[in-house]
C-alpha cells in the first residue's frame, strides 16, 4: 500500500511559540506533498503544495511567513507554525501521490495533526 | 466562486434503503472526480474515481457533463456506510479541491 504518516499526531503548545509537524510517505516517493487544515464539522481546506527541493506554493489568504513549509525530501514535507497563537488551533493534514509507479491521481493521506495553542 | 458543492451537511437513511449523496461542481476543464471518505477516528481514504467507473462498497458514481454532477449512489445502505464523505474535483496536475462533506447516518 501506500502509508502517509504525520508526527506528532497531537500537539499542545505556548502562545507565541513554534511547532513542526512532519508528513512521511514510508513506502514511496512523494514529489509533491499537499498540507490542509480541517476546522470542526468543515471541510478540508488547502493551504500549500509542498514541492521537493523548491518553494511550496500557497493557496490564497494563507500566510507563508507564520506556515512555513520545506520538503527536503522526497520522503519528507515539514509544516511549520510560527509563533503559533490559538486561532491557529486546528486539524492539519498532510497527503502525497505517488511520484513514481503508476500515478492514478490518488492522494494518500497522513492520519492528521491536532494543534491546541494555549 | 465554490468549486465543488455538496448541498447536504447531514445526510440519515435507514439500513437498506438507498443512498445518494449529492456533489455539483464547477470547472471549466475536463474534469476529474473523486469520493473521498472518512470513517470514524480513521485517516481519510479514496473511496472512487470517476475515471475508473468502478464499484466499491456497493457504491458508484456517474459523472454528468450536463448537470455538472457527480453524486454517490448506493442501492441498499449498511450500517458499516456511516461515515464522512467528501466529493473532490483535480485541478492541475494533482491538486485537490474539496466539499464541504456530507455526514452519512445509517440507522438501524
Known amino acids: 500500500g501506500a502509508v502517509v504518516s504525520q508526527h506528532p499526531s497531537r500537539v499542545i503548545c505556548k502562545s507565541g511559540t513554534s511547532v513542526k509537524i512532519e508528513c512521511r510517505s514510508l513506502?514511496?516517493?512523494?514529489?509533491?506533498m499537499f498540507w490542509y487544515r480541517q476546522f470542526p464539522k468543515q471541510s478540508l481546506m488547502l493551504m500549500a503544495t509542498s514541492n521537493e527541493g523548491s518553494k511550496a506554493t500557497y493557496e490564497q489568504g494563507v500566510e507563508k511567513d507564520k506556515f512555513l513549509i520545506n520538503h527536503a525530501s522526497l520522503t519528507l514535507s515539514t509544516l511549520t507554525v510560527t509563533s503559533a497563537h490559538p486561532e491557529d488551533s486546528s486539524f492539519y493534514i498532510c497527503?502525497?501521490?505517488?511520484?513514481?509507479?503508476?500515478?492514478?491521481?490518488?492522494?494518500?493521506f497522513g492520519e492528521g495533526s491536532r494543534l491546541t495553542v494555549l | 466562486a465554490q468549486r465543488v458543492t455538496q448541498p447536504e451537511k447531514l445526510l440519515s437513511v435507514f439500513k437498506g434503503a438507498p443512498v445518494e449523496l449529492k456533489c455539483n461542481y464547477s470547472y471549466s476543464g475536463s474534469p476529474e472526480l473523486f469520493w473521498y471518505v472518512q470513517y470514524s477516528r480513521q485517516r481519510l481514504q479514496l473511496l472512487l474515481r470517476h475515471i475508473s467507473r468502478e464499484s466499491i462498497k456497493g457504491f458508484t458514481a456517474d459523472l454528468n457533463k450536463g448537470e455538472t454532477s457527480f453524486h454517490l449512489k448506493k442501492p441498499f445502505a449498511q450500517e458499516e456506510d456511516s461515515a464522512m464523505y467528501y466529493c473532490a474535483l483535480k485541478e492541475g496536475a494533482q491538486k485537490l479541491v474539496f466539499g464541504q462533506g456530507t455526514r452519512l447516518t445509517i440507522n438501524p
Open positions: 513506502d514511496f516517493q512523494a514529489t509533491t
Open positions: 497527503s502525497a501521490s505517488r511520484t513514481s509507479g503508476v500515478n492514478t491521481g490518488e492522494l494518500f
